[in-house]
């Protein structure tokens, strides 16, 4: 009897994907109302602000990579980014162009540069727990000034999402130990001689490949912003979320925090832009706790930025580990300054008395 339950719980581990992907697509049909509205959405949200926005960026890190300065930002900063982070100067470049354009833009390049030989398996791994930030016109612009209308509030935000990220930099230098670092040094000078550096003569194959590689990036990241965008409005139809909601009802109460947050946070869980917006629109007195809430979310990113980089990481030797941790870890830390200087500035104590 036992060897026959561990074979079925053993055949339901194995199918437990086909499963899944069955169920949605069955869930597809019969919500076919609701969810056909939520992938226009989700589409409009693709075409009009993930695209104008991460598209430009993508080409010119790819053409950036393609030039010397990596190696130039590399010198200048290796005396900081190796004793605060433990990672080669060059990984300055990922976490500067993480921190200005945002998700997946860090990821993308600490893949990039292992694909490259430009810093070691263990060194791009700590970059992916810490580049891979929410970007200032993201947080201050959109969550700041569009969701919360208050620019204040967005500059709050964009500065513990930004000292997270440096504080969960600073815990990963200890993530794993070099593996045959000198060897990799030499490696890395021959190899930036070698490099295909752009020059008039082959800048049209250089852009060419440039645009059509940030082309399939766009391309995969908008189709993780439709499916989403159903799976939530699955979630909704189907009751799941209104359960979760009187599932952890007694909990927040005893915490003291209203109930209303429950189902935009699950939803944010998943996807952070809709979740946040959800989460912003919760009339409170004590808005500190939105705006925590909102800083743990912008710090973790979502199930679905999740996705984005694994199928980034996928195509490399990285392992994925360093990031969720590094990313649950953001979001905590997030929260923890949030709170910090919302108690000690009275300024960015937006509270309603």
């Known amino acids: 009897m036992i060897a026959k339950n561990n074979f079925i719980i053993l ?6 994907l086909s499963l899944i992907f069955l169920l949605f697509t069955i869930c597809i049909l019969i919500f076919s109302n609701s969810n056909l509205n939520a992938v226009k959405s989700g589409i409009s949200l693709w075409a ?3 695209v104008p926005s991460l598209f430009p960026f993508f080409v010119a890190t790819e053409l950036l990579m393609h030039t010397n300065i990596i190696y130039q930002i590399g010198n200048i900063l290796n005396l900081f980014m190796k004793p605060l982070f433990n990672v080669r100067g060059e ?3 990922a976490f500067i162009m993480g921190i200005i354009s945002g998700y997946p833009i ?4 600490a893949t990039n540069f292992r694909k490259e030989n430009i810093c070691t398996k263990e060194e791009c791994e700590r970059l992916l727990s810490f580049t891979n930030n929410s970007g200032p016109l993201f947080i201050i612009g ?3 000034i569009l969701m919360y209308r208050n620019t204040m509030i967005g500059i709050l935000l964009f500065i513990t999402h930004l000292l997270a990220s440096l504080s969960v930099g600073f815990i990963f230098r200890f993530w794993k130990r070099d593996k045959h670092s000198e060897s990799f040094s030499h490696s890395t000078k021959t190899y930036s001689n ?3 550096i752009a020059t008039l003569a082959n800048l049209g194959e250089i852009l060419s490949d440039s645009i059509i590689s940030s082309i399939k990036s766009v391309l995969v990241i908008g189709g993780f912003v439709v499916i989403f965008s159903s799976i939530i409005s699955i979630l909704k139809s189907s009751g799941l979320t209104h359960f979760i909601e009187i599932l952890f009802t007694p909990f927040f109460n005893a915490i003291h925090i209203n109930p209303s947050f429950i189902e935009p946070m699950f939803t944010g869980f998943f996807e952070i832009t809709n979740g946040i917006s959800n989460i912003s629109n919760i009339a409170c007195k004590k808005i500190s706790i939105n ?7 912008l710090g973790f990113g979502g199930i679905s930025v999740f996705l984005q980089v694994l199928s980034i990481t996928s195509k490399s030797d990285l392992s994925i580990k360093p990031y969720l941790y590094g990313k649950l870890l953001h979001g905590i830390i997030s929260a923890i300054y949030t709170y910090i200087f919302i108690t000690i500035f009275p300024f960015f104590n937006f509270d309603l008395l």
């Open 142 to 144: 959109s969550v700041g």
């Open 291 to 297: 705006i925590i809430i909102t800083a743990f979310l």
């Open 194 to 196: 070698k490099n295909n």
């Open 11 to 16: 055949k339901l581990k194995r199918n437990m």
């Open 91 to 93: 990984g300055a470049f």
């Open 106 to 109: 860090g990821a993308k390049i």
């Open 48 to 50: 009009t602000s993930v």
